[in-house]
């Protein structure tokens, strides 16, 4: 494992080489530590089996732009404008997934859905520049806590991550609130509360509707 700080000049080039060969790299985020590996079938039995997470909970993408989402998933009203109030930041929302995408299933664990976040954050943002969407998840086995540091990345996942990014604590140190925009009467549903509150998400639907 590397370790190598977000500010190094070759952060990004060395990420997005390793990512590129089919390894695992733990990057930053404004809400806590990810894993993140290209959204293809070898990256995502990868990611899964080193968070020992069950493959039907899927794995979510980070994106560069809102244009960046519409190309693998279709944004219903509520879901642009959730977008439009909390993008970059930390929400999830979850989408149907675009017939055209070519994405492997394993993304949506079964469901013709995806989760998508455009995070407040340069790191993965310029990774999915580079190298489009990013399969990602937090840089934790499933079930113990959220890694808010590099320090507990290495900790908890040792030798199964090839490049670790440093870039100090998070600064929030919660996960991103997920919303599925998924169902057929077009109101948002709340499947984890996290960064957001209830009551924000609440107020921008209703301001949206």
Same mark, same amino acid.
């Given at each position: 494992?590397?370790?190598?700080?977000?500010?190094? +000049?070759?952060?990004?080039?060395?990420?997005?080489?390793?990512?590129?060969?089919?390894?695992?790299?733990?990057?930053?985020?404004?809400?806590?530590?990810?894993?993140?590996? #290209?959204?293809?079938?070898?990256?995502?039995?990868?990611?899964?089996?080193?968070?020992?997470?069950?493959?039907?909970?899927?794995?979510?993408?980070?994106?560069?732009?809102?244009?960046?989402?519409?190309?693998?998933?279709?944004?219903?009203?509520?879901?642009?404008?959730?977008?439009?109030?909390?993008?970059?930041?930390?929400?999830?929302?979850?989408?149907?997934?675009?017939?055209?995408?070519?994405? +492997? *299933?394993?993304?949506?664990?079964?469901?013709?859905?995806?989760?998508?976040?455009?995070?407040?954050?340069?790191? +993965?943002?310029? #990774?999915?520049?580079?190298?489009?969407?990013? *399969?990602?998840?937090?840089?934790?086995?499933?079930?113990?806590?959220?890694?808010?540091?590099?320090?507990?990345?290495? *900790?908890?996942?040792?030798?199964?991550?090839?490049?670790?990014?440093?870039?100090?604590?998070?600064?929030?140190?919660?996960?991103?609130?997920?919303?599925?925009?998924?169902?057929?009467?077009?109101?948002?549903?709340?499947?984890?509360?996290? *960064?957001?509150?209830?009551?924000?998400?609440?107020?921008?639907?209703?301001?949206?509707?």
């Amino acid at each position: 494992m590397t370790v190598i700080a977000a500010t190094a +000049p070759d952060a990004i080039e060395r990420a997005a080489k390793a990512l590129r060969a089919g390894a695992i790299v733990a990057i930053p985020t404004e809400t806590v530590y990810g894993l993140a590996v #290209l959204p293809v079938e070898r990256g995502i039995e990868r990611l899964l089996s080193a968070k020992q997470r069950s493959a039907d909970k899927g794995i979510q993408l980070l994106v560069d732009s809102v244009e960046q989402a519409r190309a693998v998933a279709l944004l219903p009203a509520a879901a642009e404008r959730l977008a439009a109030a909390f993008w970059p930041g930390p929400l999830t929302l979850v989408l149907p997934r675009r017939p055209d995408a070519a994405l +492997p *299933a394993q993304l949506g664990g079964g469901r013709p859905t995806l989760g998508l976040r455009l995070p407040d954050h340069h790191v +993965p943002r310029l #990774l999915a520049r580079a190298l489009g969407p990013l *399969a990602a998840s937090s840089a934790n086995i499933t079930g113990q806590p959220d890694a808010t540091t590099a320090g507990l990345v290495l *900790a908890s996942l040792g030798d199964l991550v090839a490049l670790v990014i440093d870039d100090g604590p998070a600064r929030g140190g919660v996960p991103s609130t997920v919303v599925d925009c998924t169902s057929s009467d077009g109101r948002p549903r709340i499947l984890r509360v996290g *960064a957001l509150t209830e009551a924000e998400i609440a107020a921008a639907a209703a301001a949206a509707s």
